[in-house]
């Protein structure tokens, strides 16, 4: 058995000195072969790492924004400036001569809008005597004046001359003066002044794209004369 156990022991030495001595290692046979020395770790000598290389950043082309060429059209659009301009033109006393002015401008491709104001007209020169308190004070006078005989005679029964006395409207401002001097020789006062009356007028609001000219009062016209007003375009 000692015997048996001593030449186990000779093998299994025999085994360990074949690899180590005998038999090269894969890397050191690889290394041999290629003849490239076994790679080392290095350690400066201040046992600092070394600091990382830093490489430049490559500037890269921006390419330039793509314009497309310009055309004849959108040269026209790019040319194009200014803003709109507006007027108004009247006034007109009816709607007829209003609409065929409106007419002629939107024939020049010009954009029109009629509107309509109220204006206070002399109608003649008035005699009259002004609005009492009361309708039974109105009453009284009227009553009063036709007992002296005085005719044309009326009392304003609405409106701002409510209850006033109206003694005769005259074209003539030299007739009105005379029927208001005939009744002070009779011991009254009424007054004279001018009688107004209420009536439409028409204006024509006109704009003008951009680059147009707007016309002249004078062209606009389809009779009479006209007043051509410069106004501020109102953008809606």
């Known amino acids: 058995m000692k015997i048996l156990f001593l030449i186990l022991l000779l093998l299994n030495l025999g085994l ?3 690899h180590y001595w005998i038999v090269p290692q894969p890397e050191q046979s690889r290394a041999l072969e290629s003849g490239v ?6 350690q400066p000598a201040d046992n600092r790492a070394p600091a990382p290389s830093v490489t430049a950043p490559t500037q890269v082309p921006v390419p330039a924004t793509h314009r497309p060429p310009a055309t ?3 040269v026209s659009l790019r040319n194009t400036g200014g803003a709109p301009s507006c007027a108004e033109f009247g006034p007109f ?5 209003a609409s065929r002015a409106a007419a002629v401008l939107k024939a020049r491709g010009i954009a029109v809008i009629v509107t309509t104001r109220t204006k206070a007209v002399q109608s003649g020169y008035w005699v009259y005597f002004p609005p009492f308190a009361t309708y039974d ?3 009284a006078m009227e009553t009063k004046l036709r007992r002296r005989g005085i ?18 409207v005259f074209s003539d401002p030299a007739r009105a003066a005379r029927r208001r001097d005939a009744l002070r020789k009779l011991g009254f006062k009424p007054k004279l002044g001018r009688r107004l009356r209420d009536e439409d007028r028409y204006w024509l609001r006109a704009t ?6 707007l016309p002249q009062a004078a062209s606009v016209a389809t009779a009479g004369t006209l007043t051509r007003r410069t106004l501020a375009c109102v953008t809606q």
């Open 37 to 42: 020395p076994r790679l080392r770790l290095w």
């Open 16 to 18: 360990v000195a074949w």
């Open 151 to 168: 005719k044309d005679v009326f009392i304003v029964g609405e409106g701002e001359q409510r209850n006033a006395i109206s003694l005769g």
């Open 137 to 139: 004070a109105a009453k």
């Open 93 to 97: 006393d009816d709607s007829d001569a």
């Open 208 to 213: 003008a794209a951009a680059g147009e000219v």
């Open 72 to 74: 004849a059209e959108t």
